[in-house]
């Protein structure tokens, strides 16, 4: 589930994690884990989270619990019970599920981000045109025997080493790295000007996300997970240029 994403039962699930919830929500509750995957989800990446959510909120929600005497919605197995509660509530319990669920996905991007992707933006900082201008960019034949190492020492296939041209990038060089015990694919291009940037791949174990743009070490990058990658696309290019080549690379390698 994409975490920007509200559950339906996203307010009862973050009172269930918190252990403010009686034996009979916590059975409801229980019952419609064992139905809903994306449930399941919900809480585990509650569970995950660090983030003080109950100290932060209790004030709030204590507030909302003694403005209404309705019954919060409770699940019943095949049965879907929706008590509804008066606007101003809804309106308040909404955007405090909200604000949890955005401070959850900047937690676990920035987690992201934090770890492999600023080690390779360390890496690729250095990176200068002498680099990789005096290499001669590899022939047809010696790209496709590279695609077919890189997804050997990846662990899953690289579709197609991405054509970038339409960009005036020239595909110079790829290479396997390590970063975290895991295996590294750089991907360096060559602009008409300026400093290369690079495509890195390492394998992905957790959930699918669409590219999302920022910067770190004084260079732009968009960054997105697959099923089984995750990727950065990182150089000294505008954010928006920079988006637009990664979204065609992400078609290519896909």
């Not at 008066?86 to 599920?97: E, F, Q, R, S, Y």
């Amino acid at each position: 589930m994409n975490n920007t994403e509200q559950h339906p039962y996203a307010a009862e699930l973050l009172a269930y994690v918190d252990g403010q919830l009686d034996a009979q929500q916590v059975h409801d509750i229980e019952l419609l884990l064992q139905e809903d995957a994306s449930a399941c989800s919900f809480v585990k990446q509650l569970k995950q989270s660090q983030l003080p959510f109950k100290n932060a909120f209790d004030p709030m929600l204590t507030t909302i619990s003694n403005s209404s005497t309705q019954s919060v919605p409770v699940y019943h197995p095949h049965k879907w019970r929706m008590t509804a509660l008066n606007t101003p509530v809804k309106l308040v319990a909404g955007l405090i599920v909200g604000l949890i669920i955005s401070l959850l996905y900047n937690q676990i991007n920035t987690e992201d981000r934090s770890d492999w992707i600023v080690q390779v933006a360390e890496y690729q900082r250095f990176y200068v045109r002498n680099t990789v201008e005096s290499t001669n960019p590899p022939n047809t034949i010696q790209t496709e025997k590279l695609r077919q190492q890189l997804s050997q020492a990846l662990g899953s296939p690289i579709k197609k080493i991405p054509d970038l041209t339409a960009f005036k990038l020239t595909f110079m060089r790829g290479q396997i790295l390590e970063v975290n015990n895991q295996p590294l694919i750089q991907l360096v291009y060559l602009p008409e000007n300026g400093k290369p940037i690079a495509l890195c791949i390492t394998p992905n174990t957790s959930s699918i996300s669409q590219p999302v743009s920022g910067n770190t070490q004084g260079m732009s990058l968009v960054h997105w997970r697959t099923k089984s990658k995750r990727v950065v696309l990182i150089g000294n290019h505008p954010v928006e240029l920079l988006m637009e080549q990664a979204l065609a690379a992400r078609n290519q390698l896909s």
